[in-house]
């Protein structure tokens, strides 16, 4: 079975602290990828990452930043210096090569509120 | 570069009455196409997918269908509508062959059923 949690379903900060979003998953392929994608408030899901099983290097795009671990099956997501416009709800999701049709699985999401 | 588009933005249906929304990629060809919905709540529940014109794969058991009727357009429709079929309608699109490609969403479209 594929599963992805993120536990943390609202998470509050104040404007240019650092946080950090959880995702944890389960699966029994070899090769899979990871995704965390943004939605905010006007609704369109925007893809921010992927990742594949067999690179386990962290990345680093500006104020995020990713950790991949498979030891522990996660993959969080670091926002440094976190703005307003960082408010959102922000989905990881899961996908392999044996999933008919490349079909996702999604986590629950987690509502990020930046407050000035 | 691709695009993905969705019609309408918005729409507010009577209980009973049809459904028909729509989804265009540009940009690509053969793409994988699939419809979500998104409840109150958040969590995006996988509707149909798409590999091919005319190739349907249906993930929940409801009161929707979808057809393909060309390669980039992918359409969702009902025949009478539910209040429980109110929510946040996305389309995406991912790159078709073998691998987890990303997939890339649409604007989305929000029903409400009165």
């Known amino acids: 079975a594929q599963k992805v949690t993120q536990a943390q379903t609202e998470i509050s900060v104040v404007e240019k602290e650092d946080v950090t979003l959880d995702c944890v998953y389960e699966?029994?392929?070899?090769?899979?990828?990871l995704f965390w994608y943004k939605q905010p408030p006007s609704g369109e899901l925007v893809f921010l990452i992927r990742?594949?099983?067999?690179?386990?290097q962290n990345e680093i795009s500006g104020r995020y930043s990713w950790n991949f671990q498979k030891s522990t099956s996660s993959f969080n997501f670091t926002i440094t210096a976190s703005q307003v416009v960082d408010s959102a709800v922000y989905f990881c999701a899961l996908s392999s090569r044996s999933n008919t049709g490349n079909q996702f699985y999604f986590g629950t999401g987690t509502s990020l509120t930046v407050i000035p | 570069s691709q695009t993905i588009h969705q019609w309408p933005a918005t729409l507010v249906q009577p209980v009973g009455s049809p459904l028909s929304l729509e989804c265009t990629v540009e940009g690509t060809s053969n793409p994988n196409l699939y419809w979500y919905r998104q409840a109150a709540g958040r969590g995006l529940q996988l509707l149909f997918y798409s590999v091919g014109i005319g190739q349907i794969s249906s993930e929940v058991p409801q009161n929707l269908s979808a057809s393909r009727p060309q390669d980039r357009q992918f359409i969702l429709s009902s025949k009478k509508l539910l209040l429980s079929d109110s929510g946040f309608y996305l389309c995406?699109?991912?790159?078709?062959?073998?691998?987890?490609?990303?997939?890339?969403f649409g604007p989305g479209t929000r029903l409400t059923v009165l």
């Open positions: 699966t029994r392929d070899t090769t899979y990828y």
């Open positions: 990742r594949n099983s067999f690179d386990e």
């Open positions: 995406a699109w991912s790159r078709r062959g073998g691998g987890a490609d990303t997939q890339y």
